[in-house]
């Protein structure tokens, strides 16, 4: 997963360089990294939980799919942070 993060974290910088003009998206750009590290750390406990499968706890209440859609939500989350989706532009003006 390594390599995905640098290269997510490359492709925020390169979001962020694009939309400088932006007073909002320059000023939040420490929360933006912030934001998609905190991401990139619920992917991982996700994958692991689900390499773990039916030997952990969670796995066994909430079942692989519930945790499967979770990981789905997230990568969709990911990937609007890293293209600056419209949403997160949105939400960095109210800022």
Do not use: P
């Amino acid at each position: 997963m390594y390599g995905l993060e640098v290269d997510e974290l490359s492709k925020l910088e390169q979001s962020i360089n694009k939309n400088s003009g932006l007073e909002a998206v320059t000023d939040n750009k420490i929360t933006l990294h912030n934001h998609l590290l905190f991401l990139q750390e619920v992917r991982r406990k996700k994958h692991l939980l689900l390499k773990e499968g039916k030997k952990n706890l969670v796995v066994a209440m909430l079942g692989s799919d519930t945790i499967n859609s979770e990981l789905h939500a997230n990568e969709t989350e990911i990937e609007e942070l890293i293209t600056l989706d419209a949403e997160v532009i949105k939400l960095l003006l109210k800022l």
